[in-house]
């Protein structure tokens, strides 16, 4: 922990997993097998029954500390314009679908940590958008 306070955050090892992530039912299912093979812990919102609808998903990633990845703009919508309570969200925009669990294993390991603050990130080729915690609610 941080001098004088508690630990808030765990540390994200990057190349060595061990973080959660909650796809949804948009990003490529076989990403899935992909991102647990280098480590993480990943939880594929096409294996529900069926679909809650964004905000439970965006609710469950956040009662099971989890970032949660999506091709859904609506997302960031809800956390910044409705204040939605999140632990981070990776957006992947015009990403071919075998190309998305790299693309997110190559944001973990850049910024991992902003995203398990709470950061927003949007992710696309040749670019990628950084939305801290801090800027978000403003």
Do not use: Y
């Not at 981070?88 to 190559?106: F, T």
């Not at 992710?123 to 950084?130: F, I, V, W, Y």
Request: charged share 25%; glycine share 10%.
């Amino acid at each position: 922990p941080p001098p004088g306070g508690a630990r808030t955050h765990r540390t994200v090892k990057s190349g060595n997993g061990d973080v959660k992530l909650l796809l949804d039912t948009c990003v490529w299912g076989g990403a899935r097998r992909q991102i647990e093979t280098a480590g993480h812990n990943v939880v594929w919102a096409g294996d529900w029954p069926e679909d809650p609808g964004d905000e439970e998903i965006l609710a469950r990633a956040r009662r099971e500390n989890r970032i949660l990845v999506t091709l859904d703009k609506d997302f960031g919508e809800l956390a910044i314009v409705h204040a939605i309570p999140h632990c981070g969200i990776l957006r992947l925009v015009h990403i071919a679908a075998r190309q998305q669990s790299a693309v997110c294993l190559r944001v973990l390991s850049l910024h991992g940590i902003d995203l398990e603050a709470g950061a927003i990130i949007t992710a696309e080729p040749g670019r990628l958008r950084l939305r801290p915690a801090e800027m978000q609610n403003r």
